[in-house]
T-cell receptor, first 108, second 114 residues
């Protein structure tokens, strides 16, 4: 069965420090992974998807099939990055399995 | 273009009652998915509707049921409410495609079961 694990409930860093939000998955098929973000008092929204191989708001994520990981990284955190981040795995039929989420707090 | 809307915003019910939650999908989208998000957890997939038919279901009992209408809006019905059904219920719409896609989420309905 597919599963997404985000080992950290809370990650606190100072502004300008590097950030890495961890995501590990288990899935027997070919995975398609996403990062969703929820800013305070806003709805859940897509941040990036692995197949696009793009950088959004300075964030990148690389799919590592050997380690079954899809960690989200940013070299220099900004205060506006503070939010809840969810890693999600898409299976057949466009259904998403979400991890438990990591709250990122960027301190000034 | 309007985004995904959900009603009501908040709802309080008692154990054993039934509840109906509503979702209007984003313009141009033909697929609606429902998720349950308990406090401190990630969203859990309940089911998905595509062109008025259930297109997939998560690990939820049959007392969780749904409908999708010709205009692609959707309802989530929960019968015989239990205390553990207290959660934020999220609706997400998308355009069904074989390639990668994006789900657009609504603001959610907060259900409290007493």
């Amino acid at each position: 069965a597919q599963r997404v694990t985000q080992p950290e409930k809370l990650l606190s860093v100072f502004k300008g420090a590097p950030v890495e939000l961890k995501c590990n998955y288990s899935y027997s098929g070919s995975p398609e992974l996403f990062w969703y973000v929820q800013y305070s008092r806003q709805r859940l929204q897509l941040l990036l998807r692995h197949i696009s191989r793009e950088s959004i708001k300075g964030f990148t994520a690389d799919l590592n099939k050997g380690e079954t990981s899809f960690h989200l990284k940013k070299p220099f955190a900004q205060e506006e990055d503070s939010a809840m981040y969810y890693c999600a795995l898409k299976k057949a039929g466009n259904m998403l399995t979400f991890g438990g989420g990591t709250r990122l707090m960027v301190k000034p | 273009e309007t985004g995904v809307t959900q009603s009501p915003t908040h709802l309080i019910k008692t154990r054993g009652q039934q509840v109906t939650l509503r979702c209007s999908s984003q313009s141009g989208h033909n697929t609606v998915s429902w998720y349950q998000q308990a406090l401190g957890q990630g969203p859990q997939f309940i089911f998905q509707y595509y062109r008025e038919e259930e297109n997939g279901r998560g690990n939820f009992p049959p007392r969780f049921s749904g409908l999708q209408f010709p205009n692609y809006s959707s309802e989530l019905n929960v019968n015989a409410l239990e205390l553990d059904d207290s959660a934020l219920y999220l609706c997400a719409s998308s355009s069904f495609s074989g390639s990668s896609y994006e789900q657009f989420f609504g603001p959610g309905t907060r259900l409290t079961v007493l």
